[in-house]
Nanobody, 129 residues
Framework: QVQLVESGGGSVQAGGSLRLSCAASGYTFDNICMGWFRQAPGKGREGVAAIYSGDGGRYYADAVKGRFTISQDDAKNTVYLQMNSLKPEDTAMYYC??????????????????????WGQGTQVTVSS
């Protein structure tokens, strides 16, 4: 059973930066997809970024391209989301997710929550103007 624990959320002013971390445990396979989703109050869950450990393939939602960077540390089984130039519209609960296979995003389609089987509890990010 894959377990995911997020950390690094908080409150920041617009233009600031935060780095989210997701520590994964409970799996032994080498190739896994890790992703970050977010959900703002009253809105659906939105795919933000994803990475495939097999070849480092990445996905970014249009809303965060050029501002957010997803990366992984295999030695620590940890995935990071570096968020720069934060905007008030980035305010949301951010969730880490894991998948045993590559989802549709890997082949250029949109990232969907149904592509991921395991989820963390979430960490809140609040950006004030």
């Amino acid at each position: 059973q894959v377990q995911l624990v997020e950390s690094g959320g908080g409150s920041v002013q617009a233009g600031g930066s935060l780095r989210l971390s997701c520590a994964a445990s409970g799996y032994t396979f080498d190739n896994i997809c890790m992703g970050w989703f977010r959900q703002a109050p009253g809105k659906g869950r939105e795919g933000v970024a994803a990475i495939y450990s097999g070849d480092g393939g990445r996905y970014y939602a249009d809303a965060v391209k050029g501002r957010f960077t997803i990366s992984q540390d295999d030695a620590k089984n940890t995935v990071y989301l570096q968020m720069n130039s934060l905007k008030p519209e980035d305010t949301a609960m951010y969730y880490c997710a894991a998948a045993l296979g590559r989802g549709s995003w890997y082949w250029g389609q949109e990232m969907h929550s149904f592509d991921f089987e395991y989820w963390g509890q979430g960490t809140q990010v609040t950006v004030s103007s």
